[in-house]
């Protein structure tokens, strides 16, 4: 099994649905992350967690909000889904120190 | 605020031959890593290199070495012998203190190997 999982790979839903994209993690890291890539950009930090009461918005946490379950499980949701958060997102976890950085397969979001 | 620069959007390499791949940082942090990720079709993202600001000794790991010019503020990933599997979408990275921050990606550079 993946040290860092990502649920579901794919996904296809219509504008103003409401979404959930799941994270887990056996690498037993505190730390976790989700990120988005859009066509031809780098990643963009959405929201991050230091632990289990810990959540910080990122970059760009404008029409998200997430939800961080246990040590291993961090979700992201979209609210209201529209078109333009269509992309590629990765949930990574990382170690306190040390390059220890693990990401997800990632998921592939499609807004229609 | 921490910035990642990469000024080559696409770079062709014949096979065999090494490539450069440019990154500048802007921190103002004295404590920072430095990574660089391939990122093949498929998608998921591969760890590389990295670099801590106080390692005194550029990394290296097999084929891969990272050019670390601390004064300039330069991360350039070289990539030795260049194989056609390297041909991917490659991205420099920083986070905001030595190991476990948040990472700043920059857009990155889409590397082809030519037979």
């Known amino acids: 099994d993946a040290d860092v999982t990502q649920t579901p790979r794919n996904r296809i839903t219509k504008t103003g649905k409401r979404i959930m994209l799941e994270c887990s993690q056996t690498?037993?890291?505190?730390?976790m992350y989700w990120y988005r890539q859009d066509p031809g950009l780098g990643l963009r930090l959405i929201y991050y967690?230091?632990?289990?009461?810990?959540?910080n918005k990122g970059e760009i946490s404008d029409g998200y909000s997430v939800s961080r379950q246990a040590q291993a499980k961090f979700s992201l949701s979209l609210e209201s889904a529209i078109p333009n958060q269509t992309a590629l997102y990765f949930c990574?976890?990382?170690?306190?120190?040390?390059?220890?950085?693990?990401f997800g397969s990632g998921t592939r979001l499609t807004v229609v | 605020a921490q910035k990642i620069t990469q000024t080559q959007p696409g770079m062709f390499v014949q096979e065999k031959e090494a490539v450069t791949l440019d990154c500048t940082y802007d921190?103002?942090?004295?404590?920072?890593?430095l990574f660089w990720y391939k990122q093949p079709s498929s998608g998921e993202m591969i760890f590389l290199i990295y670099?801590?600001?106080?390692?005194?000794q550029n990394a290296t790991e097999g084929r891969y070495s990272l050019n670390f010019q601390k004064a300039r503020k330069s991360a350039n990933l070289v990539i030795s012998a260049s194989q056609l599997g390297d041909s991917a979408m490659y991205f420099c990275?920083?986070?905001?203190?030595?190991?476990?921050?948040?990472?700043?990606f920059g857009s990155g550079t889409q590397l082809t190997v030519l037979p």
């Open positions: 670099q801590g600001s106080y390692d005194q």
């Open positions: 990275a920083m986070s905001l203190w030595i190991g476990g921050g948040q990472l700043t």
């Open positions: 921190t103002s942090d004295p404590s920072y890593g």
């Open positions: 967690s230091f632990d289990v009461k810990d959540i």
């Open positions: 690498k037993g890291h505190d730390r």
């Open positions: 990574a976890t990382s170690e306190q120190t040390g390059n220890g950085y693990t």
